[in-house]
């Protein structure tokens, strides 16, 4: 069993059990590159304050920079037995350098030192994110350049509403994207910032200068209260959060496009990559691929509320249930990973069935609505118009009709304001291109919508 950071204090060592169960090792190793880097930078400014000899700095910083190659390159293995991911690469930097490398914990605590490692952490998965974020938005703009005259039913309640286009569909999917690369980005604000100087809780009486550690490791802020640095996790919560809100938006869009492929829709088909089959019926086309990332939007919502919960009316400062902070947040990352980086090769294959959306344009009275409007831009009230149109629908479903089959004989039965030119107003090109206001299914909307946000993502460096 491995020696403890803190072993010296106490007349036995910690029980087998006791030491399993502390340990924390066996998932803070994900962060070993960015606790070695931390300590790098902490090092080189004990060197440049004189807290211990340039030379001493020197000898550390080099033995850290060994132990980090020795790692990637698998020279080197994780002790288990060790309590957390400080102590083994303290352990290690001994090993190599002898005596000096027990200098290399001067002027700060395990609580600081976690603290800027999840931090540094979080800030490169969240970026991570967002370039991935970014790739889902440009796949989707680029497949709805294909789709700005393929017709669609809109739902609302799962039924048939209005028309728009499979185009405008994805579009609805930018949007909620970009506001998530926007979340990402505005939860960075709040993960940089430099705890480490705080201590274990009140900072130290050595001459530490945390501005060089900040600007070495580059961070833009300073903790302004050692207690609060070292104790609160709401930028991981917040983190958390953000990408709960991520997998809420993956998981409506895996649901409609699992509801899409269905016999009963069959607006789009899964290449035979990205889909399954069944052990027993010969026939099935499974989309587990959608499946999963549905589900496993589960999970990220459970990671946030055991976070929240961890924190729940926790004193201050440290305490080692915010040990338990990790797991959850390392599984939300990799989780979201995952999906964002398979999505976009399912959409990118996937076969759009366009005659098939066509078919649900036509049938459903999802020209009820401009029936209505028809009326309204003659003088009638809208609630007499809608009213109007509704009798229609009801006459239309008794006699087995649609409202582009009906004569006008029978429009004009309902209102005599109806003429010939009510069949112009009702087909799926006017129910789509007649909406001019940007934001609309129109083409010409949804192409000047894909420019801006082209030139949005031109903005975030991708082109």
Request: proline share 2%; glycine share 6%; hydrophobic share 40%.
């Amino acid at each position: 069993m491995g020696k403890q950071l803190w072993g010296a204090r106490f007349s036995k060592s910690l029980e087998r059990e006791a030491n399993d169960f502390n340990s924390s090792l066996h998932f803070d190793s994900e962060m070993y590159e960015e606790d070695i880097i931390g300590s790098i930078a902490h090092a080189t400014m004990l060197g440049e304050t004189n807290i211990i000899s340039k030379d001493e700095s020197q000898r550390i910083i080099i033995g850290l920079k060994e132990i980090l190659d020795d790692i990637k390159s698998n020279k080197l293995q994780f002790d288990y037995d060790l309590e957390d991911i400080h102590t083994q690469v303290e352990k290690w930097l001994i090993d190599k350098i002898g005596e000096t490398g027990k200098k290399v914990h001067t002027g700060r605590s395990r609580n600081d030192q976690v603290a800027l490692d999840l931090r540094m952490y979080l800030k490169k998965e969240v970026l991570n994110i967002k370039t991935l974020l970014l790739s889902l938005i440009k796949t989707l703009i680029n497949l709805q350049k294909d789709h700005t005259k393929t017709y669609l039913s809109g739902y609302t309640h799962l039924q048939r509403a209005q028309v728009i286009t499979f185009a405008h569909y994805l579009g609805a999917y930018v949007e909620m994207f970009k506001r998530d690369v926007e979340r990402v980005e505005d939860s960075f604000k709040r993960i940089d910032i430099m705890p480490l100087g705080a201590g274990a809780l009140a900072c130290s009486t050595y001459n530490i200068d945390n501005k060089m550690t900040a600007q070495i490791l580059n961070f833009q802020n300073l903790m302004l209260n050692s207690l609060d640095a070292v104790s609160d996790r709401d930028f991981v919560i917040e983190a958390a959060s953000t990408l709960s809100i991520i997998m809420m938006h993956l998981s409506r869009f895996a649901e409609e496009l699992i509801l899409y492929t269905t016999y009963e829709f069959r607006f789009i088909e899964f290449d035979d990559g990205f889909t399954t089959g069944s052990s027993l019926m010969p026939q099935k086309k499974n989309p587990d691929i959608l499946e999963l990332i549905r589900g496993k939007t589960g999970r990220v919502y459970g990671n946030l509320f055991s976070i929240l919960t961890i924190m729940k009316s926790l004193p201050l400062a440290y305490n080692k249930d915010m040990q338990e902070d990790k797991e959850g947040i390392f599984d939300s990352i990799k989780t979201v990973k995952g999906c964002l980086s398979i999505l976009p090769d399912v959409l990118i294959t996937m076969k759009v069935n366009k005659d098939k959306m066509l078919l649900s344009v036509n049938e459903g009275f999802l020209n009820a609505t401009e029936v209505a409007d028809y009326l309204v831009k003659k003088g009638v009230p809208f609630r007499d118009a809608h009213a109007i149109s509704g009798k229609l629908v009801v006459y239309c479903i008794d006699n087995n009709k649609n409202l582009t089959t009906l004569s006008l004989e029978e429009y004009k039965k309902e209102s005599d304001l109806f003429e010939e030119d009510i069949y112009q107003k009702i087909t799926p090109d006017a129910q789509v291109n007649n909406k001019t206001i940007i934001g609309s299914p129109s083409e010409n909307s949804v192409l000047k919508v894909i420019k801006i946000n082209e030139k949005w993502l031109k903005d975030q460096g991708i082109n």
